[in-house]
């Protein structure tokens, strides 16, 4: 089963929005896309998830085309406590278990 | 959000030893909860799933005698790194799923050194 497809780094700058691209091209109908960041030496951290829709919550919006093959996550004002490794990942509902590619480097520049 | 805790964060042993770490669901009960490993400047790489009452699932290549998975209650799961040799060395994560609507959290991780 193919994992998610990240750029591996990109720069933004800070108070500006980031927009993290992911490609999941071989996504079944019943996965959905999530996304968790990993901060240096920490665990992943969640920010947000969806199937079809895009959706808000706090931290992040997550835009998924239409054909669901891939999706971005939007960070719209990025600070530099934002600079981390973010990952897409794929899977069924209900803590169906991660494979994790790559992710994208996200250095947030004053 | 629900929360995941590892003990212990960082942990030193002797080539040789076995290393003991405990991972915990704080907040809800989880009958499944995962563990990974990760090498310095890569990605995370999932080693087994583990279940609460039976035994754990390991993923191709890992090896099952080296990496002891017990997962007796619905809040605790341990992964034991049996005869600890310094390739063992690496951050070890846990997750579990808490969330109302199939979101995984990860735990702090334990970062093992093995001299």
């Known amino acids: 089963d193919a994992k998610t497809t990240q750029p591996p780094s990109m720069d933004c700058a800070e108070g500006r929005a980031a927009n993290l691209p992911c490609n999941h091209s071989t996504i079944s109908g019943n996965e959905y896309v999530y996304w968790y960041r990993q901060i240096h030496s920490q665990g992943p951290q969640y920010i947000i998830h969806?199937?079809?829709n895009n959706e808000t919550n706090e931290m992040a919006s997550l835009i998924i085309t239409e054909d669901r093959k891939s999706s971005t996550l939007i960070l719209p004002h990025a600070t530099l406590r934002d600079t981390a490794v973010y990952y897409c990942?794929?899977?069924?509902?209900?803590?169906?278990?991660?494979?994790f590619g790559s992710g994208t480097k996200l250095n947030v520049k004053p | 959000g629900a929360v995941v805790s590892q003990h212990p964060s960082r942990v030193i042993c002797k080539s040789g030893t076995s290393v003991k770490i405990e991972c915990r669901s704080l907040d809800f009960q989880a009958t499944t909860m995962f563990w990974y490993r990760q090498f310095p400047k890569q990605s995370l790489m999932l080693m087994a799933t583990?279940?609460?009452?039976?035994?754990?699932?390991?993923e191709q290549g890992v090896e099952k005698d080296k990496f002891l998975i017990n997962h007796a209650s619905l809040t605790l799961s341990t992964l034991t790194v049996t005869s600890a040799h310094p390739e063992d060395s690496s951050f070890y994560i846990c997750s579990a799923g808490g969330g109302v609507t199939g979101e995984l959290f990860f735990g702090e991780g334990s970062r093992l050194t093995v001299l």
């Open positions: 969806g199937l079809k």
């Open positions: 990942l794929k899977g069924g509902y209900n803590f169906n278990k991660f494979y």
């Open positions: 583990s279940n609460e009452g039976s035994k754990a699932t390991y």
